[in-house]
């Protein structure tokens, strides 16, 4: 069973997903269902997720039917915050998050690191924690990590993964733009390596690599 993003127009500009987990001891088949939207679009929109999401499985039109017959396993309905990554400034400020100061260094979450489209966020975290390792020297700074320390982890941190996380903060902007998405989608639909670079984006650091570039992104959807 393939991973599932749908763009329902009333959850935009959230996403609803459907993961698969694996079948359960009576044979049935698992999912994982949830909504994911940024916090500042749930308050301007008074939108509660988990009442959105009980009236996706129960009333759409499409997933209303799938999942008639669906029982949710108990204590599963939980949601969590997810500290989404997205554009800094240079140093020395690296607002509006720094994620190291003098005598500290944040890695993964604790560095609001998790892809901002996707939602993924381990690979950014050992990404972070390679980094640290080998910014931090344990007897020459025994008595303490100095900020130019912590300045040249966020730095050397946000030359690795910032124009990624800056390119999914955009991706994940445009789903606000219902028209686009349509366009992008129909795209998809006719052409496979839109398709395909749509599916890779959620999952492949290397696609994610390739739409870095606008020029590319201009190539595959006009060209």
Avoid at 61 to 75: C, D, L, Y
Avoid at 88 to 113: E, H, N, T, W, Y
């Amino acid at each position: 069973m393939p991973i599932e993003i749908h763009f329902i127009k009333e959850v935009i500009p959230g996403y609803w997903w459907i993961f698969p987990v694996g079948v359960n001891d009576e044979g049935k088949t698992v999912v994982n269902v949830g909504i994911g939207m940024v916090i500042n679009e749930m308050n301007k929109q008074s939108v509660k997720l988990k009442k959105l999401q009980k009236w996706v499985i129960e009333e759409h039109p499409v997933f209303s039917e799938r999942f008639k017959n669906a029982t949710m396993i108990k204590g599963s309905g939980k949601g969590h915050q997810l500290p989404f990554g997205s554009p800094r400034k240079d140093a020395p400020s690296f607002q509006p998050r720094r994620s190291a100061m003098a005598g500290a260094i944040c890695v993964g979450d604790a560095a609001s690191l998790v892809d901002p489209f996707s939602g993924e966020g381990i690979g950014n975290a050992l990404v972070s924690s390679k980094i640290a390792v080998s910014i931090f020297d344990k007897e020459k700074h025994a008595d303490g990590l100095p900020i130019e320390v912590a300045d040249a982890y966020m730095q050397e941190l946000w030359e690795t993964l910032g124009a990624e996380l800056t390119n999914s903060f955009k991706m994940q902007k445009m789903v606000r733009k219902t028209w686009l998405m349509n366009w992008v989608l129909k795209k998809a639909n006719k052409k496979a390596a839109v398709k395909d670079m749509l599916e890779q984006s959620l999952s492949s650091k290397e696609a994610q690599e390739e739409m870095k570039s606008t020029w590319n992104l201009i190539k595959l959807l006009l060209f």
